[in-house]
């Protein structure tokens, strides 16, 4: 007889959990659609930024041109002629990126690099 309590009354909370569940996650939602839509907007303000940058580039530190270059033409080429003309371009990099004395960049490359950003500014200015 000892061991029978007296009833206790369980709060059932579930449904109000849920509610706040399903709020959480909307909201969640909501930031992540609006973030991602702002900063879609802002990449257009971006890429006129980025071709600034490579048209006011040094190519005398060839090391550093080429590293840039790289980075930035990847974000700004969209068509498919653009792409290859990067790819040629990323090939030739290929010897200007792992010396530790770069020589100047060759007349040839700066001239694609010229055409190529001719083409860019083209497209977004």
């Known amino acids: 007889m000892h061991d029978i309590f007296a009833p206790v009354i369980v709060v059932d909370n579930s449904f109000t959990l849920f509610c706040a569940l399903v709020a959480l996650s909307l909201s969640i939602l909501y930031g992540v659609y609006f973030t991602y839509k702002h900063r879609s907007k802002a990449l ?17 530190d060839a ?49 694609q690099i010229g055409e190529l950003l001719e083409e860019l500014r083209a497209e977004y200015v």
Do not use: C, G
Request: charged share 30%; net charge negative.
């Open 44 to 60: 257009v303000k971006d890429e006129k930024y980025y071709l600034n940058i490579l048209e006011n580039l040094d190519l005398s």
């Open 63 to 111: 090391k550093r041109s080429v590293m840039v270059l790289e980075h930035y033409l990847k974000i700004l080429v969209i068509t498919q002629e653009q792409k290859e003309k990067y790819e040629l371009l990323v090939e030739s990099f290929s010897s200007y990126k792992y010396m530790q004395k770069t020589p100047e960049l060759s007349a040839e490359i700066q001239k």
